[in-house]
Structure formats: C-alpha cells, structure tokens
C-alpha cells in the first residue's frame, strides 16, 4: 500500500502571510457543540487571492470559521455583514426592533475578504480568519 500525497493535503498545510484576503466560502456543516449540544455552523473556506490579486495562496484552506446558534460576537456579526446583512437591519436590531433569522446556508458562495491570522493549538500553526468585510470595501 502507498501513501498518497495530494495537492490537497499540501495546501491545508500551507501557511500564509497574515493579511486581507479575497476569500470563498465554499460550504457548511451543521455540528453538535461538544459542551451543550447546540448547533455550530462550521463555514468551509478557501483563499481566491490576495487583496492586490496575488494567487500565491489560492486554494489554501483556513480553519473552518464557526458560528453558534446561540449566540454571535463581533466577528460572526461582521461575517454576516459581509455576506448581505445590511447594517439597517444590525442597528434596528440593536434598537430592539427584534430579532432576525438567517438562513445558514446564504453564506455558501459568497466571495468576500477576511483577515487572516496564523494561530498556534497544541503547537500546530494555522490559518484562522479573524474578521470579515465586504467584497467592495477597503481593508
């Protein structure tokens, strides 16, 4: 039997520069949080380009970013943002117009940018999004 080795493999153990990057998501997985059984949305991205086009890195996954249906903070809002919800929608929110329900899917497809950050988990290197704008914004 051999091992194979795949152009896969070799990108999910690529690390990149930190930085903005044009970014697609590609899809999602519902998951059962291990501590209470709510629900984690696990979004599955994939670099496109760097923000002034460079494809160094196209092809390189990041950690799946991850949302939980009990509750978002800055950058789960900021992803959601990112992918179409408008800000009139967060602020009328905020001033207690009530509550908003998303589909979790409606992410899936969507090219935007991401900051990505190198973070280190049982001395393992990865490449993690730490905050997420619209395709047309300036980073």
């Known amino acids: 039997m051999a091992i194979k080795v795949k152009a896969a493999d070799l990108k999910r153990?690529?690390?990149?520069?930190?930085?903005?990057?044009?970014?697609?998501?590609k899809g999602m997985e519902p998951k059962p949080a291990k501590s209470d059984g709510s629900t984690n949305f696990n979004y599955k991205i994939e670099i496109v380009s760097d923000k002034a086009g460079s494809v160094e890195y196209a092809?390189?996954?990041?950690?799946?970013?991850?949302?939980?249906?009990?509750?978002l903070f800055t950058s789960g809002i900021n992803f959601l943002k990112a992918c179409g919800l408008k800000?009139?929608?967060?602020?009328?929110?905020?001033?207690?117009g009530g509550d908003i329900e998303i589909d979790?899917?409606?992410?899936?497809?969507?090219?935007?940018?991401?900051?990505?950050?190198?973070?280190e988990y049982n001395g393992r290197t990865s490449n993690e999004c730490a905050d997420f704008l619209p395709l047309d914004a300036a980073a």
């Open 13 to 25: 153990a690529e690390i990149v520069v930190p930085g903005w990057y044009v970014i697609d998501i």
């Open 104 to 119: 979790e899917n409606a992410p899936v497809g969507k090219r935007i940018l991401a900051k990505i950050i190198n973070t």
């Open 87 to 96: 800000q009139e929608d967060v602020d009328a929110i905020k001033r207690g």
């Open 59 to 71: 092809g390189t996954p990041t950690k799946d970013f991850l949302i939980n249906e009990k509750g």
